[in-house]
């Protein structure tokens, strides 16, 4: 077997390592082209502004978008989503105050959802079913003569799929109202285009495709048609006018990076991932009964592995497993005790959903970590259910939904 390294990451839809290239790319812009990028009057600031042009047109093109003056930086997908969902609702709200979203989306757009339901808007929140996609008829259908805006997102980050982008974006172009993808999980790793597929605003994030934390981007068309927003954050009205504060050079030219190497290696490096993926759901499921993929099989990102392992607990299967880096339905966010909230929209009762691990893979995993997280996990598995009463009952053919457990 060959050299593997503990702990051994698999939490890839969480963070990304950065990849060594982006490093190399952005270390100039620390200390040697330190410019502000707004500075008109020396050489500083135009090397800065240069390198921030390039980069724009690398991210521009990366999703076909027009013009590299679409692309609006931020620090970062939940900025982007903020800014997109409240900026388009604000700019909108002479033509109506109704959004359509879906259940499944992450917390930044769902969140800025809720925030502007407090301030008089309607928000539809469109279910999926135990597929985790989402149908376009059922955003068809919610949609009503208020509508200014739908945001659904391009991939999911918990359970992978992939959502009917270009179906929904006829919809919505079809009846003038702005479309927002948070296409954070699925660039570079399913087909995304803006123009193909009529989104109107898209949120990017460079650390989900190994490039630095903290620097993100949001697209807003400029032509055919011109969307507008009302900026979020007041200041010297970079970015032209739509986000202000001083560029992060160093980090979107490590975004661009990132991205001029997803264009170059990501159709190869997404076959060699899904490869993984296959090889670890194949290991796991030939030795252990009872584990279920969770969402579509087919329209999933190719490093997403989410399964449940039914009567293991997931919180107890991720210390059994310490060395390798998961994460589970059942960590419970905040205070709440509520298991994840993608997992129960697609209809998973709570203990399949607090029995649920989600294997990301990515562009840093091997067929070596591959094959010892699947001997580990099987071991585990086994080893929890031996001390499970339930799963005992169940191996010897009880229905245990149908069984009156007595009151306490
Ligand atoms: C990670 C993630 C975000 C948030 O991105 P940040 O840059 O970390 O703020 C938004 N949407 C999805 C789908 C994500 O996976």
């Known amino acids: 077997m060959s050299e593997i390294s503990i702990p051994i990451y698999m939490d890839n839809h969480a963070t990304t390592r950065m990849d060594p290239r982006v490093l190399q790319a952005m270390l100039p812009y620390f200390t040697e082209i330190y410019g502000n990028a707004a500075s008109r009057t020396h050489r500083f600031g135009w090397e800065g502004e240069a390198a921030v042009s390039d980069a724009r047109e690398t991210i521009a093109q990366f999703i076909g978008a027009e013009s590299e003056k679409e692309i609006v930086f931020t620090s970062g997908a939940t900025e982007s989503n903020n800014l997109a969902v409240k900026g388009v609702a604000e700019y909108y709200k002479g033509r109506g105050n109704h959004i359509v979203t879906t259940v499944i989306e992450h917390k930044a757009v769902l969140d800025s959802c809720k925030r502007l339901e407090k301030e008089g808007y309607e928000v539809t929140y469109v279910g999926v079913g135990s597929s985790g996609v989402v149908d376009p008829k059922a955003i068809e259908a919610a949609i009503t003569d208020k509508t200014i805006l739908v945001s659904v997102m391009l991939a999911n980050n918990e359970v ?21 993808c ?26 989900k495709i190994y490039g630095p934390k903290g620097i993100g981007a949001l697209y807003v068309r400029r032509s055919k048609p011109r969307i507008r927003l009302v900026a979020q954050m007041d200041g010297g009205g970079h970015e032209r006018g739509n986000r202000s504060g001083t560029l992060n050079v160093a980090g979107i030219v490590g975004f661009a990076k990132a991205c001029q190497i997803m264009m170059q290696d990501g159709v190869a490096e997404n076959e060699r991932v899904f490869a993984l993926r296959q090889s670890l759901y194949s290991q796991l499921t030939s030795a252990l009964s009872d584990v279920v993929l969770n969402g579509d099989a087919e329209r999933r990102l190719p490093g997403n592995l989410n399964v449940s392992f039914a009567f293991v607990e997931g919180e107890g299967l991720m210390m059994a497993i310490k060395d390798v880096a998961v994460s589970s339905g059942s960590a419970c966010t905040s205070a709440s005790l509520e298991p994840s909230y993608v997992l129960r929209a697609m209809g998973l009762d709570e203990d399949m959903a607090h029995s649920s691990i989600r294997f990301g893979l990515g562009r840093f995993n091997t067929q070596a970590e591959v094959d010892f997280v699947a001997k580990l996990v099987i071991d585990k598995v086994n080893k929890l259910r031996a001390m499970s009463p339930l799963y005992e009952m169940h191996q010897e053919g009880v229905d245990l939904k149908s069984i009156q457990w007595a009151a306490h």
């Open 160 to 180: 992978g799929t992939i959502q009917p982008i270009r179906e929904i974006g006829q919809i919505t172009r079809a009846r003038n109202i702005v479309f927002h």
């Open 182 to 207: 948070d296409a954070v999980q699925g660039v570079g790793k399913t087909p995304f285009d803006v123009k193909d597929m009529n989104v109107d605003l898209a949120s990017l994030t460079a650390h």
